[in-house]
């Protein structure tokens, strides 16, 4: 059983950092809130999202899985406008998700969850966090894209730096201590990641977040941000490209 109301921002803002990864999505839905683990088809990338009903404008649930086509959820969510409300509530007899804008309503069938796994969050020790808001690497990942299908992320006591060199350009985006967050790291890391992941996880956060960047030196990336005004959190981790010698 499953019945909420929630601002049609804050489901955007979940569908957006979802979608980068997959098309299909099983929600875990408690009397907590929801829960999301997920990890992309070629095994590359891993999102890790929870959501606290304290997010929600009502909620009402008991423990069961959604299994939800992202892409139908995003045809909801674009005949909102902002400050909308969208109302939730799981036909368990139909084996449908109604959705609610304003007078229009949506009956969405589930979808199986039966082949989708339970992927296990790896626990990590990554020496440098770095944090960032997800403004500056936007702008450097639009200056980087275009000029190699691979990215380098740096770091240091002195700051941080995101590398894309190309066979004939390179762009760097360089950020000193003093226009971080936040530089938690005693040792020079790097590790080197493909663009087109590392690119789309970054595009779906939202503007004026603050990103927290975790590193090792060729190991993976885990990204952690907080989503719903600080009621919910997500957690990207994404694979690295290790280098030729």
Not at 157 to 170: A, C, K, L, P, Q
Not at 199 to 224: C, E, M, Q, W
Request: with cysteine; glycine share 6%; proline share 4%.
């Amino acid at each position: 059983m499953f019945q909420a109301k929630l601002r049609s921002d804050i489901l955007k803002g979940i569908v957006d950092v979802v979608s980068t990864l997959i098309d299909e999505a099983k929600f875990k839905i408690s009397d907590n809130g929801i829960q999301l683990k997920a990890v992309d088809p070629a095994h590359v990338a891993m999102i890790d999202l929870t959501l606290s009903k304290d997010a929600f404008e009502q909620y009402s649930a008991a423990e069961t899985d959604l299994g939800l086509d992202l892409e139908k959820l995003k045809e909801v969510i674009r005949l909102s406008k902002s400050g909308d409300i969208i109302e939730m509530r799981q036909d368990e007899e139909r084996g449908r998700l109604v959705l609610m804008v304003g007078n229009v309503t949506r009956r969405m069938n589930l979808v199986s969850t039966e082949g989708m796994s339970d992927p296990k969050v790896p626990n990590l020790t990554l020496p440098a966090r770095i944090t960032v808001t997800v403004d500056e690497l936007q702008r450097g990942i639009k200056a980087a894209e275009s000029i190699s299908d691979h990215v380098a992320l740096n770091a240091n006591t002195e700051g941080f730096e995101m590398v894309s060199d190309g066979d004939t350009d390179s762009v760097s985006l360089k950020l000193p201590k003093a226009l971080l967050v936040d530089l938690q790291c005693s040792e020079s890391i790097r590790s080197l990641f493909p663009m087109d992941y590392f690119s789309t996880i970054i595009k779906a956060i939202p503007s004026g977040t603050n990103v927290s960047i975790n590193l090792g030196n060729d190991l993976p990336v885990r990204l952690d941000f907080d989503i719903a005004g600080g009621k919910g959190s997500v957690r990207y981790l994404l694979a690295p490209r290790i280098e030729n010698d």
